[in-house]
């Protein structure tokens, strides 16, 4: 059988064998609507109070400051549109960064049709935000700053406490939202230590189930709910609750906050490995995101001259599973937006790879991309144009 | 999301190389996602005699790349101006939509040496 080294943990990770076996009960066994009274609901009932304590622990806030939702995406929306309409009569400015993932920017473009102004703020060569830049771009109509936490592609971490004390001592009534789906798996995401109103998870990115997510919203936040029904969620995000996976969740949640150091340790042996390893033996590459405040398992690279789909599919070739922010990757045929707004030149984004290592990866599977990598390289820029250099 | 024969195209490439006294030179690039093609012909008696492709690009524009190569190797220049785009994207047992514009290289690039190729013996000639 072929090899397969699975090296994507940013786009999903596998779900965690304590997180499945969690779930499982909840599917035919207490499968009870959590809103109705007799027996088999009750346990769902109580499962997921559980769950939202469990969550509201590692959150560092009260259980009823956490809704659950369907993702990542439905997060980042309703913080969005949830903030933007209740807050509309004290203003209508939001500001956000340009490395945002889609999620949040494309809600912000949505915004801008209901006569919402938005701030794209740029980010340094790293991919950081400035707070400094935040702060500047304060207005008495801002209502809503929303800067991610961790980035999806490059992994760079963002000064969140910072961007918060610096909003906060501006207006303390602006709402600060942190999309926090890439960091949660590894950084401390006490809503308190990073000073937050609003933040965003998605299970499946900490080895929990997908398809469901937590909207954490700070008591008093000006907040319209965004899905009208059955009044779930106190009302303010409706629909039967989906208890298996928030119990699945909740589990992930769980062994994520408590190994995290081991965690973290074990992926960033083998993130710098790699990294070190690629840019000594492949001449023209270079590192895109920050050399340190980086997330411990993301290693993203760029080789000149070769486009990243085409490495993808000579690594896939191999049962090596990764992405690129190369253009002919992306539905829309440009390069990824991100590694743009780093400036990154248009070529170079062309030549991208994201390898994002996770907790069953071993130093087999990097010396296995190690051994093949090079050569495919070589391969490619060989058939290359560009490569002068050769 | 590729058929077999554009993997095999993409992992064994046809005609890979330049042509140091090429007759004719096409460049073509994508200037949306930054593909780029060049094609080298050797032309003998009006017919393409060699050819050979660098393509920096995705798999398609790679097997692309080699497909268009192996259609026109032999052929007169005027029937590989008839080459089309879509007839190399044919050939390849088709291509996945939103990688169409990325195929969009190889014929124009063979058109663009034979072009080239053309200007420069009725330049000789005038
Ligand atoms: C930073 C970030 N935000 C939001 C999302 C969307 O999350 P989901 O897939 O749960 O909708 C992702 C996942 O791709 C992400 O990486
Ligand atoms: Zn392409």
Redesign the pocket.
């Known amino acids: 059988m072929q090899r397969v080294v699975y090296l994507d943990h940013?786009?999903?990770t596998p779900v965690h064998p304590k997180a499945l076996e969690a779930m499982l009960p909840f599917f035919s066994e207490s499968y009870g609507n959590p809103s109705s009274i007799y027996a088999i609901a009750r346990e769902a009932r109580k499962a997921l109070d559980g769950a939202r304590e469990s969550v509201a622990g590692i959150l560092g806030c009260k259980p009823n400051e956490v809704i659950f939702t369907?993702?990542?995406?439905?997060?980042?929306n309703t913080a969005i549109k949830g903030v933007a309409f209740a807050a509309k009569s004290g203003g209508n400015h939001i500001i956000t960064s340009s490395t945002?993932?889609?999620?949040?920017l494309h809600t912000c473009q949505f915004m801008e049709k209901f006569g919402f102004e938005v701030t794209y703020l740029p980010v340094d060569r790293f991919g950081m935000v400035d707070p400094a830049d935040v702060e500047r771009a304060i207005t008495d109509k801002t209502v809503l700053v929303t800067i991610?936490t961790?980035?999806?592609e490059v992994g760079t971490i963002n000064p969140i406490a910072d961007i918060a004390k610096v909003i906060k001592n501006k207006n303390k009534h602006i709402v600060f939202h942190t999309?926090?789906?890439?960091a949660a798996g590894s950084v401390d995401i006490a809503v308190d230590h990073l000073g937050v109103d609003m933040l965003?998870l998605?299970?499946?990115?900490f080895y929990g189930p997908?398809?469901?997510?937590v909207l954490y919203v700070r008591r008093a936040t000006p907040f319209l709910p965004q899905q009208q029904g059955g009044g779930q969620e106190r009302n303010r995000r409706a629909g039967t609750e989906s208890v298996a996976t928030i119990v699945g969740m909740a589990k992930a949640l769980e062994i994520a906050a408590t190994g995290r150091e081991e965690y973290n340790r074990h992926c960033q042996r083998l993130r710098d490995r790699l990294i070190e390893s690629i840019l000594s033996r492949i001449e023209r590459s270079y590192l895109n995101g920050h050399p340190t405040q980086r997330l411990a398992n993301n290693a993203n690279l760029s080789f000149e001259y070769v486009e990243g789909e085409s490495i993808l599919l000579n690594l896939d070739m191999l049962g090596i599973a990764c992405s690129s922010g190369s253009a002919c990757t992306s539905a829309s045929l440009e390069p990824s937006h991100v590694l743009m707004a780093m400036g990154v030149p248009v070529e170079i984004a062309h030549g991208s790879l994201r390898l994002t290592v996770g907790s069953k990866t071993t130093d087999e599977d990097v010396d296995y991309v190690l051994s093949h990598l090079p050569g495919i390289i070589q391969k490619l820029r060989a058939m290359s144009p560009l490569a002068e250099v050769r | 999301m590729y058929t077999d024969l554009v993997m095999d195209h993409f992992s064994n490439p046809r005609n890979v190389g330049t042509i140091a006294d090429a007759d004719g030179v096409g460049l073509e690039g994508n200037p949306v996602c930054g593909d780029l093609m060049k094609i080298f012909i050797k032309v003998k008696e009006d017919r393409i005699d060699d050819i050979k492709f660098q393509t920096f690009g995705c798999g398609a524009a790679i097997a692309t790349s080699s497909m268009v190569t192996e259609m026109v190797k032999g052929k007169t220049l005027d029937e590989a101006m008839t080459i089309t785009n879509r007839k190399v994207a044919e050939a390849l047992g088709g291509l996945p939509s939103q990688k169409m514009h990325c195929s969009n290289l190889a014929a124009d690039a063979l058109h663009k040496a034979i072009e080239d190729y053309r200007t420069k013996t009725a330049a000789v000639a005038g």
């Open positions: 940013a786009a999903t369907s993702g990542g995406t439905e997060s980042d945002e993932h889609h999620a949040v991610m961790a980035n999806n999309d926090a789906v890439q965003s998605s299970a499946h990115k997908k398809g469901i997510g």
